[in-house]
């Protein structure tokens, strides 16, 4: 079994900029995808970015591209997730991710994660 447990997460005003971090414990070696997810009051969960622990590839959707980084600390068995430009349709639950069979790009959504953190609140407005 793997444990994640979010933090970071916050209020901030628009155009700001958030790091999110999720250390795994736990069966570590079977978290070979590391996932952020995040679902909006009234939508449904959508994945955003992602990272292969092994090879280190990253993955994010056109939602977060070009403004927000995922990353890894893998002695500390921690994931990142970096937020730039931040509005206020970034407001949701943020959450992470671990799943056991990579190929860990998007287009598998949740499908290939089976464990999860608890979240946290991202909130953005002026």
């Known amino acids: 079994q793997v444990q994640l447990v979010e933090s970071g997460g916050g209020s901030v005003q628009p155009g700001g900029s958030l790091r999110l971090s999720c250390v795994v414990s736990?069966?570590?070696?079977?978290?070979?995808?590391l996932g952020w997810f995040r679902q909006a009051p009234g939508k449904q969960r959508e994945v955003i970015a992602s990272?292969?622990?092994?090879?280190?590839?990253?993955y994010y959707s056109d939602s977060v591209k070009g403004r927000s980084t995922i990353s890894q600390d893998v002695a500390h068995h921690t994931v990142y997730l970096q937020m730039n430009s931040l509005s206020p349709e970034d407001t949701a639950i943020y959450y992470c991710?671990?799943?056991?069979?990579?190929?860990?790009?998007?287009?598998?959504?949740?499908?290939?994660?089976?464990?999860w953190g608890q979240g946290t609140q991202v909130t953005v407005s002026s």
């Open positions: 736990g069966d570590t070696d079977r978290a070979k995808c």
């Open positions: 991710a671990a799943g056991s069979f990579p190929p860990c790009a998007l287009r598998y959504g949740s499908s290939i994660y089976d464990n």
């Open positions: 990272i292969s622990t092994g090879r280190g590839n990253t």
